[in-house]
């Protein structure tokens, strides 16, 4: 790209008559704005791929809390994934942050899954305990729902 803009750049310049310590200044400025937003590029994915890095860790830790809150034994959803170890370029496993994020993210959403039903459990337990508590002691739910010796029961 750029020896052929450059070839074009001759090419122009040739025609309108253009010093050579010109065309060497102009050819120097576009290579400069060319470097320039090579690394500006280069800046942006790493970023971007830092930010991946952010998401896995966090999706990560999200799941391992959640398979200890549930007494899940369940072994990382990315040691599975093929490793290749010629692929210096990609994370450290030589799996791609793509594919890990994928990975991670795949098993959470059924670990939120998992969780979403043991709180619907767990709430329709507490709301067994209180309305319990009401027909025992003859008392409304609503009040048996503030009485402290239920406060354990409560979210």
């Known amino acids: 790209l750029a020896s ?8 122009v310049w040739d025609l309108v008559g253009v010093a ?5 200044a102009q050819l120097a400025d576009l290579v400069e704005k060319i470097q320039t937003l090579c690394e500006e590029k280069v800046d942006e994915e790493r970023g971007l791929a ?3 890095r ?4 966090e999706a990560r830790k999200e799941w391992e ?8 034994g369940e072994k990382d959803p990315t040691a599975s994934l093929k490793r290749d170890p010629s692929a210096m370029t990609l994370g450290e496993d030589g799996v791609s942050l ?36 009401a027909a025992l ?11 402290p010796e239920l406060e354990q029961w409560r979210d």
């Open 4 to 11: 052929h803009t450059a070839h074009q750049l001759e090419d």
């Open 20 to 24: 050579p310590e010109d065309r060497a």
């Open 50 to 52: 830092e930010q991946f």
């Open 54 to 57: 952010k998401e896995i860790e």
């Open 65 to 72: 809390e959640s398979c200890r809150a549930l007494q899940i």
């Open 98 to 133: 793509q594919t890990e994020y994928e990975a991670i993210l795949g098993r959470l959403e059924s670990i939120r899954a998992v969780k979403a039903v043991a709180v619907e459990d767990i709430q329709g337990s507490q709301k067994r305990i209180f309305e319990a508590y």
């Open 137 to 147: 002691i003859g008392c409304s739910l609503e009040d048996a729902m503030e009485a």
